[in-house]
């Protein structure tokens, strides 16, 4: 089973939609969670935290599961500049290392 | 952005060839890492090092070499590499050690291997 699971997509959405992904991580010590995002033959950049009690960060909203093992990026109103592939991240715990999913893509149309 | 930066942007090297990559970061952190990113899979961690001394070797072939002379600079250097090497290999750095979350990203170097 891999370490970190995300459904790779794509996404296709019309813009204005909600649209959500999940991520499913193996590991159940697990501490830190992150969304990061990655534009097209770009690097990828933190989007943001993943809290024990959700965020939301304007249109983004995470959110983590213990029990089950997952987190969730909600994008309400999507924009066409949202059409990226978005990466869930994992830190196990006491390693500092950065465990990444394989990234889900999100095409958003006019 | 130029924060970290990245040197070439593309390479195509054959497989008998000796190549560098080169990294440097001015946002004055002191960890640094090399990842993988092949098409359809998740980034790998390569190489970690921490105020100069690496602290991760993630089972990398020894065809891949790291170098990191001070905390400002990161090379990987290639020798003899196989065509499924073929990737994208992004740098990294972070503040507050290899322990830190938000890592910053260059822009990578797309690696043909022929």
């Known amino acids: 089973r891999k370490e970190v699971e995300q459904d790779p997509g794509p996404f296709n959405v019309p813009e204005g939609a909600t649209v959500a992904f999940n991520c499913t991580y193996s590991n159940s010590a697990s501490q830190s969670f992150f969304w990061y995002r990655q534009d097209c033959r770009k690097e990828p950049k933190l989007l943001m935290s993943?809290?024990?009690s959700g965020n939301e960060d304007g249109r983004f909203t995470a959110q983590l599961n213990r029990a089950s093992q997952y987190i969730s990026l909600l994008i309400r109103d999507s924009k066409l500049s949202d059409s990226a592939t978005y990466l869930c991240v994992v830190i196990p715990s006491n390693t500092g290392k950065l465990i990444f999913g394989q990234g889900t893509t999100l095409q958003v149309k006019p | 952005e130029t924060g970290v930066t990245q040197t070439p942007r593309h390479l195509v090297m054959g497989m008998t060839n000796k190549k560098s990559l080169k990294c440097e970061q001015h946002?004055?952190?002191?960890?640094m890492y090399w990842y993988k990113q092949s098409a359809k899979k998740p980034l790998e961690l390569m190489f970690v090092?921490?105020?100069?001394?690496?602290?991760e070797n993630n089972s990398v072939p020894s065809r891949f070499s790291p170098e990191c002379p001070n905390s400002s600079h990161l090379f990987l250097h290639l020798h003899t590499l196989q065509p499924e090497d073929s990737a994208l290999y992004l740098c990294?750095?972070?503040?507050?050690?290899?322990?830190?979350?938000?890592?910053?990203f260059g822009p990578g170097t797309r690696l043909t291997v022929t």
């Open positions: 990294a750095s972070s503040q507050g050690g290899s322990s830190s979350y938000e890592q910053y």
């Open positions: 946002l004055g952190h002191n960890a």
């Open positions: 090092y921490s105020l100069e001394e690496r602290v």
């Open positions: 993943v809290y024990s």
